[in-house]
């Protein structure tokens, strides 16, 4: 299941999935989506290690601020995956 994270000011909506277990131990994919003239520009990372899975339309250096963001969210992004996805309704 995909969850909605945040939504930025231009547009970019931020989504993560359910946390999926494999070999290496846990993990979860955040996707950043901007819209543009010709679709979206995309950002695909993993958490934990915030690899990029795949992108399209950023330049590096809106990917390392993405994952900057990623990095500085993780630890609230792995509760609500654990909660599924509700955290922030239930909080408020």
């Given at each position: ?22 070999k ?7 996707y950043?989506?901007?819209p ?51 955290h922030?309704?239930n909080?408020?």
């Open positions: 299941m995909k969850y909605t994270y945040v939504e930025f000011a231009d547009g970019t909506l931020v989504t993560f999935n359910d946390i999926r277990k494999d290496n131990g846990e993990h979860i994919d955040v950043f989506e901007r543009v003239d010709t679709g979206f520009d995309y950002l695909q990372i993993s958490l934990p290690d915030l690899d990029t899975a795949s992108f399209e339309g950023y330049s590096e250096a809106e990917i390392e601020d993405l994952k900057d963001f990623a990095a500085d969210n993780a630890a609230l992004i792995w509760e609500m995956a654990r909660e599924g996805g509700n922030l309704a909080a408020v």
